[in-house]
């Protein structure tokens, strides 16, 4: 997820560009550039933040332009990858937002037709494209370059010589601010709001042709007028999208984020052979190891890739790896880590590169150190992730991990198709979750009465467990606990009473009946029960004082719709408290110290 802007009007574009460009930082920061048509285009673009930019690039003058700040799918952080990128001419520049699927394929046929490419990104094939179809129109050559990309893309284009912008969406989000003799395009409406809060909204498939003056969309070649609508948010609002906070936006984002992450990986049935999970090729062990929220969906890989590729294999702490874990030459390893930065991971990542092992990263950073480390790198595709509290990045890592271990299933034929099925399902199952949240709103009123909360669950709900108590610990500051169901009674027990209510995971698996009795265990000894279970249970209302429903899944599907009810338990129960929740005290989105 990047953010793009344009502008074409009466004012320098450069300082306005800059300005906009700065408020959709929330979508990425890793790099940024601007593109500003005067007798020429000028291009000046880095590896820096927008402030950064701001301070080193030279004052360019012209009354239209491109800008781009990056979170990058595809080539690390750097000069030549940040956009805009420009065909071989230097007078098309093209920001773009989006991932071009078919871009290796593009990049061989432009490149055997003499078209000089020099970055590693998708991006860089638009331009070239363009240039290719020019003949005096710019929007029948992007046009023309449209038809042949395949993927998701909001693209501004610009062309020394050009009275207009041309720009163009299909699966990413672009708007045009509208204004007085001068128009505003942008990723999103914060960017904008300055200037003015009147907006049109491009849809998938629509080109539009923007001058200071006029703005003519076409949909199929056809003009069509795209309704102007008054926004009424204040900046920081739009930027959260209109949610509260950004962890409200960030659980809201979850079935995107599947989307994404599935749409760069699912294509590809066939497993991807360097990646062979252990057991099926030359490697002894499997290892997984990472921190917090990252350690829950190691442990959660855990079971997923027993489970289904029926080898064992050991999750960890990093920060306890790096003290006194075993590793052995040729030991695949696989590292989590959302922000690809913290130090126990990277730690870890060394020694075990040290020791002969083979190490994946599993990153929603690219060009983060933890990528540069890896023999194998796999990016989830959450895009950045603003509140400290990880939600959207551990359902990625999640998806990724089940990506990683499906191809190794040792289900049958119609099984696996079940399950591959399944996954695919799991944006609709989570939407579900996020479209019926009364009854957890209810239950957090409820907890945020308390301070002491256990969570239990088993098996592949165990780490679940742990969490929704990390979750609520984190944000809400009631001292939460996630334990296995089958532990209580080897101790915390004594804990239990009406002051210590319990969140109980019974899931419809083969730990189902088990938990009935955990539950029944639990109310004996006084504890309040907030059970959460499958739509279509009708015994454990009988048991739990509350209920919180999830879709049907595929058990092995349980651990993403039964999070998901959890992150919204522990955010409105922190709203219930009153917390900070973006920005939690005594925490840090990336813990950079061991
Ligand atoms: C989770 O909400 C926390 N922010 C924290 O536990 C986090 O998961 C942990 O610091 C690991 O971070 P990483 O995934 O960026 O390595």
Known sequence: MCGIVGYIGKRQAQPLLLGCLGRLEYRGYDSCGIAILGSSTEVYKDAVRVKELEKASPQFTGTAGIAHTRWAPHGEPSRINAHPHCDCTGKIAVVHNGVIQNYQQLRQQLTSEGHNLVSETDTEVIPHLIEKYYNGDLEKAVAAALREIEGSYAIIVSMTGEPALVVARRDSPLIIGIGDRENFIASDVPAILDHTNMVKYLEDGDIAVITPDKVIVRSGGVEIDREEHKILWSVEDAQKAGYEHFMLKEIHEQPRVIRDTLGGYISAPEPVTDLALPGT???????????????????????????????????????????SGQASAGDRAIVITQSGETADALKAIKRLKDEGCRVIVITNVVGSTASRLADHIV??????????????????????????ALPYSTADVRKRGNQIRGLRQLPVKVQQVLDDDTPIMECARYLSGFDNVFFIGRGINYPVALEGALKLKEISYIHAEGYAAGELKHGPFALLGSGTPVVAIASPDNTYETMLTNIKEVKARHSPVIALAAEGDDIIGELADSVITVPQVDPIFSPVVNTVALQLLAYYTAKERDCSIDFPRNLAKSVTVE
């Open 379 to 404: 990016y989830t595709r959450a895009g950045p992730e603003i509140s400290v509290a990880a939600t959207k990045s551990f359902i990625a890592q999640l998806i990724v991990l089940y990506w990683l």
């Open 281 to 323: 090729t030359d490697s002894k062990n499997t290892l997984i190891l990472a921190c917090g929220t990252s350690y829950h969906a190691a442990l959660v890989g855990k079971y997923v890739i027993e489970q289904l590729a029926k080898t064992p294999v050991r999750a960890e702490l990093a920060s306890e790896f790096n003290y």
